[in-house]
């Protein structure tokens, strides 16, 4: 049984996804720009299931006008329309149809001139939502802080930083220090970036991203009984530095994703919350593994250990190859 799940791990980290970062969920925006006309906004990934046959589902009495405007993006395609409505949006749904076989969920932000922002959430399960004619007051910082929880467990490079850090420290208040530093440097970043204080260009801070995993690989791979290597002295400070050039990965995802103008502070805050959530299951479900091993499965301790480190050090240097030279 405890072979079997660390086998599983093991193979679920050399089939990781190429692409790193999966947490790119598509984004549907509906503004109203007079009593009549509205904008809707399309975001549509290119991975994550989405298809050219997913299309959005307007409210009861709305209709496009006019052409539709296409322009691609990074891992997207934009698609942007007019809408007219004859008839009060609020009660009405809003989503996808030809969602079913998707992978990934979509936000769905309505912003009305009357009323505040929405921001809905679909899934494969559930690919319609409801226009509030009142939302909840926790609606959007709900949305915004399981999207958080997703964007650490699903964003693989994220996932397997931790994961590493997990690997490499010996003791739970070394873990702990080494965590609390990540948290609170990608917590600075975010914020400072989020809110247009600090700013690097996205697809670099990937490819460093990519390193820092492979940098702990090695680590945990030369990690030897007596001599400590550099992030085993100074743990907290290697995930502090690298814990800045996280945050602003996932301050790119959360641009991706947009955010509320009235809720800024609110969502910032949520998903940065959801964020270390995700974490700590992580930080929690590594750990509990390792005591399993050691507990029932001492003899093969050191091979899967091994196996795991080299599992995770090809996939960073994959990742790295592909963000720097694709």
Known sequence: MIRGLFLLFIALVAIAPAYADEMRPGYLEFSQNNAT???????????????PDTRPVLPDGCALTGATERQRAAAAVILTSAVRCKLDVAGQG?????????????????SPLDRPVQVLRLTPKEPMAVIAAKPEQWQVAWTYFVTGIEHILFGYDHLLFVVSLVLLLSGAWTIAKAVTAFTVAHSITLIGTTMGLLGLPQRPVEAVIALSILFLAVEIAKKREGVPRLSERIPWVVAFGFGLLHGFGFAGALQEIGLPESDVPTALLTFNLGVEVGQLAIVLAALGLLYLLRRFAKAIEMPVLKLATYAIGITASFWFVERTFA
């Open 37 to 51: 006309d509205w904008r809707l906004v399309w975001k549509a990934p290119l991975r994550g299931g989405v298809t």
């Open 94 to 110: 809003i989503g996808l149809s030809g969602f079913g076989a998707s992978q990934t969920d979509v936000l769905v932000r309505v």
